[in-house]
């Protein structure tokens, strides 16, 4: 079946830095691509939605300018969380499902981000 | 606006007991797609179903089973002889999009299953 994969799975980085997540769909291409945050012990909250050569569609209280989202291919979507706080420490997922398949969405297995 | 509610913040059963997990949703649109997904310690979410809005016919695989209500919004999830393994959150989620995406998920009911 399709698989969608993340890098890196874990990051720690200090408070201030930037940190880029990669999402990528291995064997088909992917118009559209989700970003899903996830607190500890709290359910998956979508920030926004990636459209292959065009700019990302945030959801209401994500900072556009703090989570940095690039679609440059059908097979990769990068999420930047830009200058790093604490309080960004998370579980990001990403789900991408094939254009010429309707109905069909895959996540893939998620990146954890420790800011200190 | 869509909207998923899973009541059971947590359950605890002892392995081989029946375990009903429960979920209702909100929706305007009379096209949906409804989800279960298990999420274990891992953190990687696997898929268990997916179930248009038209499809009310109940489903069983192996021990999993659903029971789709439209009249009461209900999806509800049953694992029958639980074993440890199944131990994990479990989320519902609801999708308006045709294409299956944009996912509105419920909090979660982490199930913890006993030796």
């Known amino acids: 079946g399709a698989v969608v994969s993340q890098h890196p799975s874990w990051v720690i980085c200090k408070s201030g830095t930037s940190v880029k997540i990669e999402c990528r769909s291995l064997?088909?291409?992917?118009?559209?691509m989700f970003w899903y945050r996830q607190f500890p012990k709290q359910s998956l909250m979508l920030m926004a939605t990636?459209?292959?050569?065009?700019?990302?569609?945030?959801e209401q209280g994500v900072e556009k300018d703090k989570f940095l989202i690039n679609h440059a291919s059908l097979t990769l979507s990068t999420l930047t969380v830009t200058s790093a706080h604490p309080e960004d420490s998370s579980f990001y997922i990403c789900?991408?499902?094939?254009?010429?398949?309707?109905?069909?969405?895959?996540f893939g297995p998620g990146t954890r981000l420790l800011v200190l | 606006a869509q909207k998923v509610t899973q009541a059971q913040t947590e359950i605890s059963v002892v392995e081989k007991e029946d375990v009903t997990l429960d979920c209702v949703y909100e929706?305007?649109?009379?096209?949906?797609?409804l989800f279960w997904y298990k999420q274990p310690p891992s953190g990687e979410l696997v898929f268990l179903i997916r179930?248009?809005?038209?499809?009310?016919q109940n489903e069983i695989s192996g021990r999993y089973s659903w029971n789709f209500q439209k009249s009461t919004s209900s999806f509800n999830f049953t694992i029958t002889a639980s074993q440890v393994v199944d131990s994990a959150v479990y989320f519902c989620?609801?999708?308006?999009?045709?294409?299956?995406?944009?996912?509105?998920f419920g909090p979660g009911t982490r199930l913890s299953v006993l030796p």
């Open positions: 990636s459209n292959e050569g065009s700019k990302a569609t945030y």
């Open positions: 064997d088909f291409q992917a118009t559209t």
């Open positions: 179930r248009n809005s038209f499809d009310e």
């Open positions: 789900s991408a499902g094939p254009r010429q398949s309707s109905f069909s969405q895959y």
């Open positions: 989620a609801l999708s308006e999009d045709y294409y299956g995406q944009n996912f509105v």
């Open positions: 929706t305007r649109d009379t096209t949906y797609y």
